[in-house]
């Protein structure tokens, strides 16, 4: 394929042709059988196959390649289709403490490669504009992409995200507080920009490559230093009014409780995040130690670390159950790097939450219980997410 009429199509998100409506759910949620697609856009079969068949002559969507040996002599009912992966390509950037991360990936959901960009601390946005433009044409070259093939540049960063895209805070970044992404990576890129905080972007690349794959509906809390979380309506991650749903970490559970870095007290965050153990740790062991640390110190039979993470996960099981008592969702994934230790925070953090819900499991068929998993992801998801935002046509600014 040497056009560009897959940007075209997926460019124009308004459309209700049928051709759109399918190459936008391909691009959205990746490889699906016929029937998939009719269930998905609501179109009838008939509807599907006609405009299937065009897509297929023109190689704007092709069998999933894996299964087109299988498909042959099993006769397979329904063939996965999936979006020509030489059609088009999308960009990921997570804005990280001191460098940039950039994924590319086309559209067929394959991950094509991933960088990091130094960039020292407090770095500001028009040189990490022009260190993500550098690094991407460098991507684009060693890969034969075409840079024309790109449909779009997704960002994730840390920190509460209006909905235009201006950052309303970023912590680890204080240059970019009141910064728009849009007009930093717009101009750069001349493409459409999307942008979500990183904490949104962990439940899109969940929904696109990990634990929430074929999920519309699911709460993500994501337990590190800090505590993130997300909630996933109908495949969609709600932003709220202003960009501020889903903050789990900072809801107040005591007043009167130690101050947190948002400037409010006694923030869940300081409780069911992974900040205060560490500090506690370190005082312990006479050295800072890190997260992977404790666990491995946990999976040796330390007592300390072992208590430090049942702890956290009692806590967090209980914010948790707060959560529940609000929403009641299908599915609870459990994220973040203390989400490595598994069963050891996982059992007591079910408990907890199974203990302050007001629906006990006992009480409900299994097909009505939550259920509450690890994620796939420990690391990189914020990243794979940004990229996974293009994909699904989530967050697009402007
Ligand atoms: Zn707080």
Redesign the pocket.
């Known amino acids: 394929m040497s056009d560009d009429r897959l940007k075209t199509i997926l460019d124009d998100r308004d459309s209700g042709a049928p051709i759109s409506r399918i190459v936008r759910a391909m691009s959205e949620w990746g490889a699906l059988s016929g029937a998939e697609i009719a269930r998905r856009t609501g179109l009838a079969r008939s509807t599907v196959s006609v405009a299937l068949s065009k897509l297929r002559d023109s190689g704007i969507v092709v069998e999933l390649p894996e299964q087109a040996e299988a498909s042959k002599g099993v006769g397979r009912p329904a063939t996965p289709l999936v979006l020509n992966p030489e059609a088009g390509t999308c960009v990921g950037v997570h804005l990280a403490l001191d460098e940039l991360r950039i994924a590319v990936a086309d559209v067929a959901h394959s991950v094509i490669d991933e960088q990091s960009v130094p960039l020292g601390r407090d770095y500001a946005p028009e040189a990490a504009a022009e260190a993500a433009r550098s690094a991407i044409a460098s991507v684009y070259a060693a890969h034969g992409l075409r840079p024309s093939g790109l449909l779009g540049v997704g960002v994730s960063v840390s920190g509460p995200l209006r909905p235009d895209g201006r950052v309303i805070r970023a912590s680890i970044l204080p240059r970019w507080a009141g910064v728009n992404l849009r007009d930093v990576f717009g101009p750069v890129f001349e493409r459409p920009v999307f942008a979500a905080n990183e904490s949104n972007c962990a439940a899109i690349a969940e929904m696109t490559w990990g634990a929430a794959a074929g999920e519309d509906d699911f709460v993500l809390f994501k337990i590190d230093v800090g505590l993130g979380g997300a909630l996933v309506r109908g495949g969609t991650v709600l932003t709220g009014i202003a960009g501020g749903a889903g903050e789990f ?2 809801v ?1 559970i005591d007043p009167q409780g130690p101050l ?6 006694g ?4 409780y069911a995040g992974f900040g205060r153990p560490l500090d506690e740790l370190a005082r312990i062991h006479g050295r800072p130690l890190g997260m992977e640390d404790t666990i491995l110190l946990a999976e040796q039979g330390d007592a300390v670390a072992l208590r430090l993470i049942e702890d956290t996960g009692e806590i967090a099981g209980r914010g948790l159950a707060m959560i529940g008592n609000i929403l009641n969702p299908p599915l609870i994934l459990v994220t973040g790097r203390m989400a490595v230790a598994g069963d050891l925070l996982l059992a007591p953090l079910v408990r907890a939450y199974e203990k302050h819900i007001l629906i006990k499991s006992h009480d409900l068929p299994a097909n009505l219980r939550t259920r509450i998993k690890l994620g796939h992801f420990t690391a990189n998801d914020a990243l794979l997410g940004a990229v996974g935002l293009v994909l699904k046509g989530q967050g697009r600014l402007g």
């Open positions: 970490g900072h107040s947190c870095r948002c400037g409010n007290r923030c869940l965050e300081l």
